[in-house]
């Protein structure tokens, strides 16, 4: 393969049919179609695709468990009709531990999925919370591929008339990493294969702040032995929505090079001309590029490689 794209997302018909009806209203049906035709103009040859947590929608655990079982379906589906072309990662009905656990074992085990997709927070629960910990225990378990993606703030924004995805979501994934490291989840569950999407959004710049909490309040520390440095070092980043030189270059003094690997976001990114889906990684060189969009993704997906043998 030449290129894979870890970060895209459809919301499939399934989906946006059983959203409260002001939600659907504001989320766009975007088929498994529509991403082919992107993958076909820009030369990707596979995709990593995914959803969202339907807990941020739903109170009620019912109908959250209801949604997640119909799309992970729908992705199983997509999967099936292309397996060497699509990988698909489930969605968990968080914050229910016990009907995510119960998706999670459906998902991959009767469904194969590939992996699954975890918000920052739900309902203002962060991943890395205690409560959510029986959830990692199994994914550590299976050694599992977990993409974290960042969501709405749970106590709003600041300047809401900007939109979240400006700068709150970058700095959701922050918080989220932040939380995991010293809320020691990343030490107690070292199986897990972990992939932050915007290259982990301020971490790079943050990360040297983030580790002097060991030395000016070490007792909040506790959790993370091996210090924040090591386990961000540890951790796999993805390049959607910031496929140029400067956050590339952040990243690569926080974790080595095999551990970026190539995502669009797609649809959310803005569409550039001609056939090169992002080209402001041409810096990289043909040799190093290939690497990136493609084989740094195999420990994540190796599934998906096989199938293309």
Known sequence: MTRVDLHAHVLPAAYVERLPPELAAVH???????????????????????????????????????????VNEDLAATISRAPARFAALACLPLPDVEGGLAELDYALDTLGLDGVIVATQVGGTYLGDPAWDPVLAELDRRSAYVFVHPSVPPNGQPLPHFPAWLYEFPFETTRVITNLIYGGAFERHPRIRWQFAHLGGAISSLAHRIASLADREPERAAGAPAGALAYLSRQYYDTGLSNHEAPIAAALLLAPFERLVFGTDWPYLALPEGDDPAPGLAYLGAERRAKLEAEHARVLIPRLFAQRT
């Open 28 to 70: 766009r049906l975007v088929p498994v179609e529509a991403l082919e035709k992107f993958m076909v103009r820009y030369r990707i040859d596979a995709a990593v695709v995914s959803v969202g947590n339907p807990g941020v929608y739903f109170g009620d655990a019912g109908q959250a468990r209801a949604l997640a079982r119909v």
